[in-house]
């Protein structure tokens, strides 16, 4: 995580479900101005966020619990609402390999996330690189190679 804050000088999250919630276990926060709604110990609904988004991708019963809940309380004017976002945005996150956050937690900020499975392949949280929309967006592809290194590095630790 220190190392992806060195790259990137974002705030990097490490996120897991916890009561149906997904919650911040650690961070280290961004080199630049903070203005980041999670903190650790602190949890966002499994519709929100980059972390929040990875996990629900690959967690098919927190999805169905999820989209069987909607409509969803919107945190933002783009925060998913409805079962059928979440459903396209969870295949285009398992298409992809990683979550988008753009503004949806909170205006003017974006983050990019990647689910964190252990060593026979279960899916055990997720990390992201969060950061004002036009510092991490700009440099997407770089962040996400980055945080899939770091899955892959991490996971093989699980």
């Known amino acids: 995580m220190s190392r992806l804050n060195e790259l990137t000088g974002q705030t990097v999250y490490l996120c897991a479900v916890r009561n149906q919630l997904v919650t911040c276990l650690d961070w280290v926060k961004r080199t630049k101005v903070t203005l980041l709604l999670l903190n650790p110990g602190g949890s966002l609904p499994p519709?929100?966020?980059?972390?929040?988004?990875?996990?629900l991708a690959w967690d098919d019963e927190l999805r169905g619990s999820v989209t069987a809940a909607a409509p969803l309380q919107g945190i933002t004017p783009r925060t998913l609402v409805t079962a059928e976002q979440v459903e396209a945005d969870a295949q285009a996150i398992r298409e992809?390999?990683?979550?988008?956050?753009?503004?949806?937690?909170?205006?003017?900020?974006?983050?990019?996330?990647?689910?964190?499975?252990?060593?026979?392949?279960?899916?055990?949280?997720?990390?992201?690189?969060?950061?004002?929309?036009?510092?991490?967006?700009?440099?997407?592809?770089e962040y996400v190679a980055l945080l899939q290194k770091a899955a892959k590095e991490t996971s093989a630790k699980l």
Do not use: N
């Open 47 to 55: 519709h929100a966020g980059a972390t929040s988004r990875a996990i």
């Open 96 to 141: 992809r390999g990683y979550s988008v956050s753009d503004e949806d937690v909170t205006v003017g900020v974006a983050a990019l996330g990647v689910p964190l499975f252990d060593s026979c392949g279960k899916l055990r949280g997720a990390l992201s690189v969060a950061g004002l929309r036009d510092d991490v967006l700009p440099h997407q592809d």
